[in-house]
């Protein structure tokens, strides 16, 4: 049973808080936020940026840089060392734990000052692709940086907008607003003015839209209430953020980092207690296995990643190829499958009205005026097709007319409807696809006379329309209809019994060399499809223009009709899907994505954002709509597939040169684990100090650091990249057991020449170093190391870092490592053992890559 106490004193407390905004009137918010339907100042709106600060989600650079730092000092084994340093210098072993402390360190700060870099850079491309938006300053509609909103800005919205701050709506007309990203709601929800009540959750307030959502449809006028930090987005952004699934390629790597890690220190545990059961000191055994486990571990491997995807990025932005998410570096690389829209990426986009006809074909100034009309009073989704209309407007002709109504355009009646007052009365007047306005038409217009559509007439309209199209002209219908002024609110029941006054004939011819660039991509292994709302006859002429001959059409009827299983049956067969809607869009993709393509879709268009969100890559342009920008991975600066093309080579050589460090890392990590492990056990004394094995380490790294920058084979930029972590473990099988057969071999000279145990282990060191240095060389190109020059900086690092490790020995801190002058015969036959090193890898790599080809073949075949 309630108690009436309890119940009374929580109506206080909820009496308590102030009425949130979204249960506020419309004058009660105005008269709070100072604002009013005409819009704020521009000197008012400067003077509360001032006090609200920048519209964006803010988080400290300074705690991004410390946080970036310390993940570098929080590896686990990284850790480790610390601990064991910190206990060496407990026992007495201060020189030791001092040097171990400054390596790792040093290799901690390397890792840092990469990654803080490739962070930058990315940030840096970021920025430089800003959303703006309408809002009402000074009396009057203008276009700003979204970043510059304040609360009590007036902001106007339409489909393809994202919404860029929490608002409240001031009028609506067929609104409706994607709110996923903030609520996980898939469908797009209705909204309208009106009062929440205060204990709303967020899903439920209509009467609200959100920063983050975007419109699908409608248009709107909102007050904006809460911007920056302060918005509802930002209130969750962190846990959005972790919801962003990792890529295959990133999968991939991780799996693979963990392997190895676990392979290593298990081995290294049984090192460890095998050197304790030989009775070797505690200390010594304990440092030499931690330090085997950082040196036999892949932990350059996040920022190796990072460099190489960043510098990527940066190379391709210079290209006129902005990357939003590095992740999409290596599904660009990947892609196999190209899915693209028509009108600006095929075509030129410019697209020009050509002639407006009447339902017989005869040139027609009646349907040229209700084409502008229609065109020039709407005020909701902007497209090319109005700007093609208005080219040649005059202001006298719509001054002429006042606009009483508007039923904008969607996706699924694919048509836009004003109403228009003049001294005669009111005209509804609608425009949009030939076939859904057709259906909606019960008469045509011929000569002055309204003639009823029956079946002959919609024969010959069909027949005109299909000649047209075959010819590929796109063609809009423009139809009319009377309305009753005393009739409100405007409604898509008003779109009956209509009049077809006649069509609108543009043209858009495809792009100049377009045909050849299409060709270019089908050579590097990637397929081509078209995907498009026009009709199927248009989109069958542009194809045979562009190269894709005999291509087979799926139309989006057809597809309507097929359950998820036939459209994967059908999909890779056809070349061609015509007349088709947004959520068909992304239902192709899908079924491409599962027959195991890699798929990337561009487009540009509201209707084209849930086909980017489902691509393994989106692709998009700088002057897509914002709700297709902000789905894209990928942002092209023009509107050009050889800028794509370009970019997919680029993405390839990022992610062959990111697979370079891991065949290097595992092939020379392997080897090295082998032997350290072996060695430690058979010989009375440990092959390497710690701080020898942490410095060959660090030394190693350095290079590695600018693989990012090595050259890539031109046959590597030819075909699709995929991540392969069984090829990766047949290299590693390969290779790592060649290392460590040459270490063998200069253990046994080295034993054989009676050096002590100091010598020895400099030796080793000094192979051991010069043996990486050959490997990086060698296997960064599958063809002859001396066919395919290194990159300058690649040479400017291993070079020098080879001399380094040859002259250490005789430096004057070289005992403070442990290290003492070797006899110049014994460096010489060190050497001699590095080139042999060297010609078998080199014998080895061509034996390996010509059976990984035939390997690939045979598994091609057998998948087709």
């Known amino acids: ?34 604002s009013q339907s005409s819009g704020l100042s521009t000197a008012e709106a400067t003077g509360r940026l001032q006090i609200y600060g920048s519209n964006t989600l803010r988080v400290g650079g300074r705690a991004n840089v410390l946080r970036l730092l310390l993940k570098q000092f929080l590896s686990p084994l990284v850790l480790i060392l610390i601990f064991a340093a910190i206990v060496a210098a407990g026992v007495g072993e201060i020189h030791d734990a001092v040097i171990i402390g400054c390596i790792v360190g040093a290799s901690c700060l390397l890792g840092f000052s990469q990654e803080f870099s ?118 969750i ?6 919801e962003i699934p990792e890529t295959d390629f990133a999968r991939g790597i991780r799996r693979f980092g963990y392997l190895m890690t676990r392979i290593m220190l298990v081995i290294v545990f049984v090192v460890f207690i095998a050197n304790l059961l030989l009775h070797r000191p505690l200390i010594d055994s304990l440092l030499f296995s931690l330090a085997l486990a950082v040196g036999l571990t892949p932990e350059l491997l996040p920022a190796i990643i990072s460099v190489t995807l960043a510098r990527g990025a940066r190379v391709m932005a210079r290209q006129g190829v902005i990357i939003r998410r590095l992740e999409a570096m ?38 040229r005026l209700l084409a502008i009309l229609n065109a020039g009073l709407q005020a909701g989704l902007k497209n090319p097709l109005d700007d093609a209309i208005l080219a040649e407007k005059k202001e006298t002709v719509l001054s002429a007319y006042r606009k009483l109504g508007e039923i904008p355009y969607d996706f699924a009646r694919k048509r836009l409807s004003v109403v228009v007052a003049q001294q005669d009365g009111a005209q509804l007047i609608c425009k949009g696809a030939v076939t859904t306005l057709l259906d909606i038409c019960t008469t045509a217009k011929a000569g002055s006379v309204a003639k009823p559509i029956d079946a002959q007439l919609r024969a010959e309209i069909d027949g005109r329309y299909q000649r047209w199209s075959e010819d590929g002209i796109r063609v809009i219908a423009v139809a009319t209809g009377s309305f009753d002024q005393q009739k409100t609110p405007l409604d898509k029941s008003d779109e009956t019994a209509l009049c077809l006054e006649g069509f609108l004939l ?90 195991n393509h ?29 709700v297709a920008r902000e789905a894209a991975d990928v942002i092209l600066l023009r509107r050009d597939l050889d800028v794509l093309m370009r970019g997919v080579d680029d993405g390839r050589r990022t992610f062959a040169n990111t697979l370079k460090y891991i065949s290097i890392a595992t092939s020379a990590n392997f080897g090295n684990m082998i032997s350290m492990a072996i060695a430690s056990l058979l010989l009375p004394f440990l092959p390497l100090l710690a701080k020898q094995i942490l410095l060959n380490n660090l030394l190693a790294d350095i290079p590695s650091m600018t693989i990012a920058t090595d050259r890539v084979d031109p046959a590597e930029v030819q075909r699709p990249k995929r991540w392969n972590i069984a090829g990766i473990q047949r290299f590693m099988l390969c290779f790592g057991p060649i290392s460590s057969l040459f270490d063998f071999v200069t253990f046994g000279f080295l034993l054989f020449a009676g050096v002590g145990v100091d010598a020895f282990r400099t030796g080793w060191f000094v192979e051991s170093l010069t043996s990486q240095i050959a490997t990086m060389l060698i296997v960064r190109t599958v063809f002859s190391s001396w066919k395919s020059r290194p990159s300058g900086l690649l040479v400017a690092t291993t070079a020098p870092i080879g001399l380094v490790g040859i002259s250490l020995p005789y430096l004057p801190f070289a005992e403070t490592f442990g290290f003492v002058p070797l006899p110049f015969s014994v460096l010489g036959a060190l050497l001699s053992i590095t080139v042999a090193f060297a010609v078998a890898l080199e014998m080895a790599k061509s034996w390996f890559f010509r059976h990984e080809r035939k390997h690939s073949s045979f598994h091609r075949k057998k998948l087709r």
């Not at 309630?2 to 979204?22: Q, S």
């Not at 106007?156 to 860029?164: E, R």
């Not at 660009?332 to 009205?353: A, F, N, Q, V």
């Not at 798929?599 to 914002?626: C, T």
């Open 1 to 34: 049973m309630d108690n009436p106490a309890k119940n009374v004193a929580l109506e206080h407390r909820v009496a308590d808080f102030p009425t949130p905004y979204w249960a506020k009137s419309i004058a009660v918010l105005f008269t709070e936020y100072k």
């Open 118 to 235: 490739a962070s930058r850079a990315i940030e840096s491309l970021r920025r430089g692709i800003s959303l703006t938006a309408a809002v009402i300053r000074d009396g009057k509609e203008q276009t700003i940086p979204a970043d510059r909103i304040v609360p009590g800005d007036i902001i106007k919205l339409s489909a393809g907008s994202l919404v860029p701050a929490d608002a409240v709506l001031l009028s609506t007309q067929d609104l409706n607003v994607t709110e996923a990203a903030l609520t996980g709601e898939t469908f797009p929800v209705a909204k309208a003015p009106g009062i929440s009540k205060p204990d709303t959750p967020i899903d439920g307030r209509l009467n609200c839209v959100f920063t983050g959502t975007s419109v699908r449809s409608g248009i709107a006028t909102a007050l904006a209430v809460k911007t920056g930090n302060n918005t509802e987005f930002a209130a």
């Open 237 to 242: 952004a962190g846990a959005i953020t972790r």
């Open 330 to 367: 290596e599904n660009l690389g990947s892609m196999d499958m190209l899915c693209t829209d028509k009108t600006g990426t095929l075509t030129e986009g410019t697209i020009r009205l050509d002639k407006c006809v009447d339902v017989q074909g005869q040139p027609s100034d009646q349907v």
């Open 506 to 595: 543009f043209l858009d011819p495809p792009k100049a060399g377009v045909k050849e660039v299409l060709g270019g991509l089908r050579k590097r292994g990637i397929g081509i499809k078209i995907i498009s709302g026009d009709n199927r006859y248009v989109v069958a002429h542009l194809a045979k223009l562009v190269g894709l001959k005999d291509a087979r059409v799926l139309s989006g009827r057809d597809i309507a009709s097929m359950s998820n299983d036939a459209l994967f049956a059908k999909a890779t067969k056809t070349d061609l899907f015509a007349e088709i809607d947004p959520n068909q869009k992304e239902r192709i993709i899908k079924a491409l994505r599962r027959a």
């Open 598 to 626: 890699v798929v990337g879709y561009m487009g540009d268009g509201i209707n084209d954002a849930p086909a980017l969100h489902e691509a393994d890559v989106g692709i998009s342009v700088d002057s897509a709509v914002d």
